[in-house]
């Protein structure tokens, strides 16, 4: 079976850009029941995934940091514990 049946259209699922701040993308994760989103470039290609974890450790990691400092903090600065790695929609599933 293809890989193509599993996907969700990008349209219909939540993401970041790697240059969004820490405050858009808390903004846009508000109220949404993901653990885990995509990040990508402008152009569409995946840079990796970040979790929530990943934000609260970075925040934690980050001395003295609020929500107004959030504003000059880009996303891309945050570790991610783990990336997963991109397959094309050609791909079968074993």
């Known amino acids: 079976m293809n890989l193509l049946f599993f996907l ?4 219909d699922v939540l993401y970041i850009y790697e240059d969004f701040t820490l ?3 808390l903004e846009k994760w508000a109220n ?6 995509p990040v990508l470039k ?7 995934t970040i979790t929530e974890g990943d934000i609260l450790w970075g925040i934690k990691n980050l ?11 880009p996303i891309s600065s ?5 990336d997963y790695k991109a397959v094309t929609v050609t791909t079968d599933m074993p």
């Open 32 to 37: 949404q029941r993901f653990a885990t989103i």
């Open 8 to 11: 969700t259209p990008k349209q």
């Open 63 to 73: 001395h003295g940091l609020d929500l107004e400092a959030s504003e000059d903090v």
């Open 78 to 82: 945050f570790p991610r514990r783990r």
């Open 42 to 48: 402008r152009n569409g290609e995946y840079v990796g």
């Open 23 to 25: 405050r858009q993308t």
